[in-house]
């Protein structure tokens, strides 16, 4: 826990920057940013069986053909989501269509209708999330 309060917040680390990450702090919160999400924005859950291609000649063994494409498929599209991940810590808590509830340690968030709600309020910029947030490792 102690590495985590030392490391900079996503905020403070953009301002450090300078002006070409002042165009991120300014743009609006998206739910991609803290969950994985397909190219639709819908959140993918975490799949019960990955593999990659150090596993494929086990899961063809284990499973079908078919069966063994679809585990890689999704596999692949949620390890490609969870990579363009921006924010630390965040998990699905509850989705249904346009409406979700995200957490991480010390905040919960509200999806609905396109906007990241906290605290009932929108948020419609990166720069007015809590300051405690942090990006993951290797984002900036």
């Not at 810590?89 to 999806?111: C, P, T």
């Amino acid at each position: 826990m102690e590495a985590h309060k030392s490391r900079k917040t996503a905020v403070e680390r953009l301002k450090e920057l300078g002006d070409s990450y002042g165009i991120l702090l300014g743009k609006k919160p998206e739910l991609w940013m803290f969950v994985p999400c397909d190219e639709e924005g819908n959140v993918l859950e975490k799949p019960k069986l990955m593999c990659d291609e150090s596993g494929k000649e086990f899961i063809e063994k284990a499973l079908n053909k078919k069966d063994a494409q679809t585990v890689r498929d999704r596999s692949i599209q949620y390890q490609q989501a969870l990579s363009r991940v921006i924010f630390e810590g965040f998990e699905v808590v509850y989705v249904d269509g346009n409406y979700a509830i995200i957490k991480s340690e010390e905040f919960r968030f509200i999806w609905k209708n396109g906007s990241i709600h906290y605290y009932q309020e929108p948020i419609t910029r990166i720069e007015d999330l809590p300051d405690t947030i942090v990006f993951k490792e290797g984002v900036v």
